[in-house]
Every structure is written in C-alpha cells, then in structure tokens.
C-alpha cells in the first residue's frame, strides 16, 4: 500500500510517497522538495499540487492515508498547527481538513520529534523496541517519546520538550533558557557556546580555525566548529568537550525517569559521534543509576541522514496501524 507525508518546516517543506510491503518494511517511491511560502493557504496548496504531481508520476492510483510532521506546539487530535516559532502567521492552522477534502484519505499530524521517534521506531534503530527516545538534535532539542510501544504526546502534546529543562545555571540559551539542554546540545547553542569561547580565545592572542578573527563572530556555526574539531583544533574540541558533557547529563536525566531500553540521537549526533560520544559516556555513567544506564543503548539513527524522509510516513504508517484498518497491500 502507498502512503504521503508532508513536512512542513520553516525553510522548506518536503512531499514523500512510500510503498508498505506486508512485513511493514518500508520502500520511499519519490520525493519532491520547495522552499516554505509566507502564507500558509500556498503552502497547502503547494503540498497538494506536489503530491498530485508524484501520484501521477509514480502510476499510484490508490493512496491510503497522508501523514504531517511540523515543528510545534500544535494540536494533533484536531490537527492544527498553533503560532510555531519558525512559521509566523501559521496561527491555528487546520491543516488535516484540506487534504482530507482533496485527496479523501484519513490525515494524520505530529510535531517533528514525535514523527523521527516513529520513524525510528518503526523502521530504524529503534524498531522491537517498547521504551525508546528519539532526540532531534539539530537546530534545536526535542525528544519523541516511545512508551510501553506506543507514542506518548502528554495532556496537551507537550510530551517531549528536553530542551527547555536546564542543565547549569549559567551557559548558552536556548528554548528561551540559559543553560539549558537546547542551549548546550543543538546547532544554535553550539554556536553560541564556540562564539563566547572564542572571544576569550582570541582575546587572549590565540588562534582558532574556525574564527581567525573578532570580526568572524557571527559567522560561527556549529558545522564550522565540528569541521573544525574533526581536523584537531584545540579550541573546537574543547567546545564539543562541554557539548559531550552536558548530552551526558541530560541524557542521564531521560534515563532515570524514563528507563528506556534505547535512546536514538539524530542530525549533530550522527555527524560527531566520535567527538561526543567519549566524553558523553562518561558522564551518563556518573550521573545516571547503573541499573537504568545499564539496559540502555545510545545510537545514532538506524535511518540516517534520511530519517527526516521517512518520518512525515511513520505518521501515516503509525495512524493506520492504530486503526487496524485491513488496508489492502497493492
């Protein structure tokens, strides 16, 4: 059977058929991908036009149900997106009944932790899996919680929010918070981290490859760091020093409360494995009961680089197997 997915993110969104064979393996048919319009009504209707186009192109001529993964807060039972920060003017969308409308398929949104974690879960790192955490890692920090196999969104779809719990008092912000997860363990607050270490740095007559000058600044990101870090700058490999250092603490966090079996990092983590996973251990073992430590495995996405391709799916995939609707295999 074919399935959709959208993702709709603040940059860009992406359209995604996939054919589910009947052992649950997943096959992606096609994709297509533009840049976010400014006004959400051409956003829909973008998304619509692309999968109507895919459709045609692959020869589908059947298509079971549509998945949406967007970056929160929304509201997925009645599938609205609510104000997120990195779509302005997406207030209160209902983005569920056009496509039902268009296409006649039942439509299903989740927030884009949540859609990686099923993704995973469903066909990567952490498939067999009945307690896992899937953590974004990317331009900020959310977490998709599985639980006792099944998705767990919280009262409100809130479930999930690590980044805003704080790990020091003081440090780089992020989720609006200094010292927070996010601001430690995200692309933004490793930048901002690499900027405020590198202006001790230079002030100090030293030197850094990823910012020979003052007036290089605000061109640091967090790629430029982890480039520089892989080539064996001092000052890049401390900055991801006290990266590793608080993933372990926060990672510690998420293991004893939830006492997951695995724990499935993406995006910066699968890129710098080998620069955070060191220090990151050994902290999470200082810091977490052993017990829980003990049955708990930290890894990269099984999916990859490509998570984000198949997690706008999972959502299409998870909402059918819900309803156990004997959807045909074609």
């Given at each position: 059977?074919?399935?959709?997915?959208?993702?709709?993110?603040?940059?860009?969104?992406?359209?995604?058929?996939?054919?589910?064979?009947?052992?649950?393996?997943?096959?992606?048919?096609?994709?297509?991908?533009?840049?976010?319009?400014?006004?959400?009504?051409?956003?829909?209707?973008?998304?619509?036009?692309?999968?109507?186009?895919?459709?045609?192109?692959?020869?589908?001529?059947?298509?079971?149900?549509?998945?949406?993964?967007?970056?929160?807060?929304?509201?997925?039972?009645?599938?609205?997106?609510?104000?997120?920060?990195?779509?302005?003017?997406?207030?209160?969308?209902?983005?569920?009944?056009?496509?039902?409308?268009?296409?006649?398929?039942?439509?299903?949104?989740?927030?884009?932790?949540?859609?990686?974690?099923?993704?995973?879960?469903?066909?990567?790192?952490?498939?067999?899996?009945?307690?896992?955490?899937?953590?974004?890692?990317?331009?900020?920090?959310?977490?998709?919680?599985?639980l006792n196999g099944e998705l767990y969104t919280g009262t409100n779809d809130l479930a999930g929010e690590v980044g805003h719990i704080r790990l020091a008092e003081d440090g780089p912000e992020g989720y609006g918070k200094r010292g927070s997860f996010e601001g430690f363990c995200s692309g933004g607050g490793i930048a901002r981290l690499a900027q405020s270490m590198a202006e001790d740095h230079l002030r100090q007559g030293k030197t850094t490859a990823f910012c020979p000058t003052l007036g290089d600044l605000p061109s640091i990101t967090a790629q430029?760091?982890?480039?520089?870090?892989?080539?064996?700058?001092?000052?890049?490999?401390?900055?991801?020093?006290?990266?590793?250092k608080y993933l372990g603490r926060g990672l510690a966090v998420l293991v004893d409360i939830l006492n997951p079996e695995k724990i499935v990092i993406g995006s910066i983590y699968l890129r710098r494995k080998s620069l955070l996973?060191?220090?990151?251990?050994?902290?999470?073992?200082?810091?977490?009961?052993?017990?829980?430590?003990?049955?708990?495995?930290?890894?990269?996405?099984?999916?990859?680089?490509m998570v984000g391709d198949y997690a706008s799916l999972s959502v299409a995939q998870y909402y059918l197997r819900g309803k156990d609707n004997g959807a045909d295999w074609d």
């Open positions: 059977m074919v399935i959709a997915g959208f993702d709709i993110g603040g940059t860009k969104c992406a359209v995604s058929l996939g054919q589910i064979a009947q052992d649950g393996t997943i096959r992606l048919l096609d994709k297509v991908k533009f840049p976010t319009p400014e006004d959400y009504r051409e956003a829909l209707q973008q998304l619509g036009d692309a999968l109507e186009a895919l459709l045609q192109k692959s020869g589908v001529s059947s298509l079971k149900a549509i998945g949406i993964s967007c970056g929160g807060p929304l509201d997925s039972k009645r599938g609205r997106i609510l104000s997120p920060p990195n779509l302005p003017g997406w207030d209160h969308v209902d983005v569920i009944t056009p496509f039902v409308e268009r296409f006649g398929v039942p439509t299903a949104l989740q927030n884009d932790a949540n859609a990686g974690a099923l993704a995973e879960w469903q066909w990567g790192a952490g498939k067999g899996c009945r307690n896992m955490v899937f953590l974004t890692f990317g331009t900020g920090m959310g977490a998709g919680l599985i430029k760091v982890g480039e520089a870090a892989a080539q064996g700058d001092e000052l890049a490999l401390e900055v991801f020093a006290v990266v590793g996973e060191p220090l990151m251990l050994t902290v999470l073992r200082e810091e977490a009961l052993s017990l829980a430590a003990s049955v708990c495995e930290i890894v990269p996405p099984g999916l990859g680089e």
